[in-house]
């Protein structure tokens, strides 16, 4: 068999030969936004992260697992949708970290674990060193916000797959939790009180819809509008308020275990408040959630009027102004609330559990049983919003 010889001027090893540069990936580009981003990472670190940044993995030391009787760790992974469309169409990236945190951690923390690090991964359709570093430096923020250090990381250029301004953003994140502390549907008793959290808005979920809304009623990014006190793009990309620091320090004051405590705790993501409510509640308990007990934010009265979005529509897709749930003893309510609303968390009494025995109301779009997956208690949402 023969061999052919490269023609002349076409050798690999010729200066007008391919490069990985010219086929779209900046290697020091990447390095330049890596000591860009340092300072902002080494500063979630504790004294249990092990080594620097730039190792080819994040080491966490976990000797005080040494103390748990039985430790159980939760991990938790997620991304931030297509939110991302609205940071990089006003080209401001350092908010959108707190996003992903938030998607992240605060989903670990509804069984009581403590998120202890983190790991982000970004790619793109071209690194530009101060866009990478922006978008760190909100994790590490957010990270911070959380008490979670944030180990690695990693950041992928993808020339013909991602346009030159286009990215997303992923992250994982492990914590722990004791064994006998650990919260969930089996913890919830008919007679608990269910406790609504603000949301700071839209949070990460359904920004298709919304997206599809804005776009169908012609309206920019940089509008100016009266209801929300400034421009629709600066609502849009509201950071997501990070719940963890609360959700930890209300279940370490309200043990599970005592009679007055923390029993579960529902993020309100993906699929809306009632059916991420009744993932936490077990079967044969219903809980009954008043929506005159909250107001809509002006955001979401907009998608609904600009999009002539069906209410049921709504409530399975977006967090309504509820980014957080506890369900707790009727004899910490009142004080569980105090404690949220000092710490900056606006909060209310939403709702009560009961056994389901009504029978008559176990249908309709106000009635949700089970969801994703889990065939667990129910939520029946009552009244029109205040």
């Known amino acids: 068999m023969t061999s052919a010889t490269p023609a002349a001027g076409n050798s690999p090893l ?35 992260v092990i080594g620097g940044v730039g190792g080819f993995a994040g080491l966490y030391d976990v000797s005080r697992l040494l103390t748990f009787k039985r430790p159980l760790l939760a991990t938790s992974t997620d991304g931030v949708g297509t939110k ?35 790991t982000d991964y970004i790619a793109c359709g071209k690194v530009v060193p101060e866009r990478i570093a922006d978008i760190v430096r909100g994790i590490a923020a957010a990270c911070s916000v959380a008490g979670t250090a944030l180990v690695g990381g990693e950041t992928a250029e993808h020339p013909g797959l991602l ?21 969930g549907p089996d913890r919830v008793r008919a007679g608990d009180v269910v406790i609504g959290m603000a949301s700071s808005g839209l949070h990460s979920n359904g920004y298709s819809l919304v997206r599809r809304v804005i776009n169908h009623a012609g309206w920019a990014l940089d509008r100016q509008v009266s209801e929300l006190g400034r421009t629709l793009g600066e609502e849009l990309l509201e950071p997501t308020r990070v719940y963890a620091a609360d959700c930890l320090d209300l279940a370490r004051t309200f043990p599970v275990n005592s009679a007055h405590g923390v029993h579960g705790f529902s993020h309100v993501t993906g699929g809306g408040l009632a059916a991420n409510l009744a993932r936490v509640l077990p079967q044969g308990l219903v809980a009954t959630v008043d929506r005159a007990t909250w107001e809509l934010p002006a955001i979401f009265k907009l998608v609904s009027e600009l999009g002539n979005v069906p209410l049921a ?4 897709t977006l967090n309504l102004g509820v980014g957080m ?4 003893s009727a ?19 939403m709702g009560t559990v009961t056994a389901d025995s009504d029978s008559i109301l176990k249908s309709g779009p106000d009635y949700v049983q089970g969801a994703k997956g889990v065939d667990g208690g129910a939520v029946r949402l009552v009244n029109a919003y205040a």
């Open 14 to 48: 010729s200066p007008a030969g391919i490069t990985y540069a010219s086929a779209g990936v900046d290697v020091e580009a990447g390095d330049r936004a890596v000591e860009l981003m340092k300072g902002a990472v080494k500063a979630t670190h504790n004294s249990s």
């Open 313 to 316: 529509d709504l409530e399975r």
């Open 163 to 183: 346009g030159e301004h286009e990215y997303d953003v992923a992250g994982a994140a492990t914590g722990v939790v004791e064994a006998a502390d650990l919260l």
């Open 325 to 328: 749930v506890a369900i707790v």
């Open 331 to 349: 004899e910490a309510a009142d004080a569980a609330v105090a404690r949220l609303n000092d710490r900056g968390v606006p909060s209310w009494i």
């Open 84 to 118: 991302v469309a609205i940071a990089q169409a006003m080209d401001i990236h350092d908010t959108i970290g707190f996003d992903l945190v938030g998607m992240v951690v605060d989903d670990i923390v509804v069984v009581g674990a403590e998120p202890l690090f983190m």
